[in-house]
């Protein structure tokens, strides 16, 4: 388990390293559509490798349970780019290129006020589905809002953005994030009401 924790981190380090280069260095990077996708892709990988890591740290739940929460995971990490679209008002690229603010899923504010309320009442009522996918969540928009911090800095509104993060700072915190998150989550989790999740159509 601690050598697939490692390959992991490592993973995450060579996902972030990678897809920078291709998003903004490759000879792809001056097509808006290509970066578009490509940095959505990255982000979702990162999501993807990021859960696999927590659930890499002795979880003691299902196969089910952690391979859909892991696909919820990429999904979030991903989707959360959906905000460029709802600022723009508008699928166009060119539309959403122009925009010059950022949407309420890059506000790490309302992100962090959100899943504590989730991770709030999930503690109370010791739904452990509930429980996981609201780390998931966590998980998600805290490395992408990272990553996106290593260009526009985090935003953590009504305040003003923090300073760009150092590549070095970003990737390292990318890294450690899963690992942190799911010591937190071992060692704060409730007794659960129903220990094994059934996710019924999936
Ligand atoms: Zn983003």
New binding site residues.
């Given amino acids: 388990m601690r050598l697939l924790s490692i390959i992991l981190t490592l993973s995450i380090c060579g996902a972030a390293y990678m897809g920078d280069y291709i998003v903004f260095n490759s000879k792809y990077s001056s097509n808006q559509m290509f970066r578009a996708f490509a940095d959505t892709s990255v982000?979702g990988v990162i999501g993807l490798l990021s859960a696999l890591l927590f659930f890499s740290h002795g979880m003691n739940v299902t196969t089910q349970a952690w391979v859909c929460n892991t696909l919820i995971c990429f999904l979030v990490s991903a989707f959360?780019?959906i905000?460029?679209v709802i600022v723009a008002k508008s699928f166009n690229l060119k539309d959403i290129a122009n925009v010059n603010r950022r949407g309420m899923f890059?506000d790490t504010s309302f992100c962090t006020i959100m899943s504590s309320i989730l991770l709030a009442f999930s503690h109370f009522t010791r739904k452990q589905n509930i429980y996981l996918l609201t780390y998931m969540i966590i998980l998600a928009f805290t490395s992408?809002h990272i990553r996106?911090g290593n260009r526009r800095g985090i935003w953590f509104y009504p305040y003003a953005h923090t300073q760009p993060l150092g590549k070095c700072v970003y990737v390292f915190l990318i890294c450690v994030l899963p690992s942190f998150l799911a010591f937190i989550f071992n060692y704060t989790k409730p007794v659960f009401s129903h220990r094994v999740i059934q996710y019924g159509m999936v």
């Fill in positions: 982000h959360i780019d905000d460029h890059h992408h996106d």
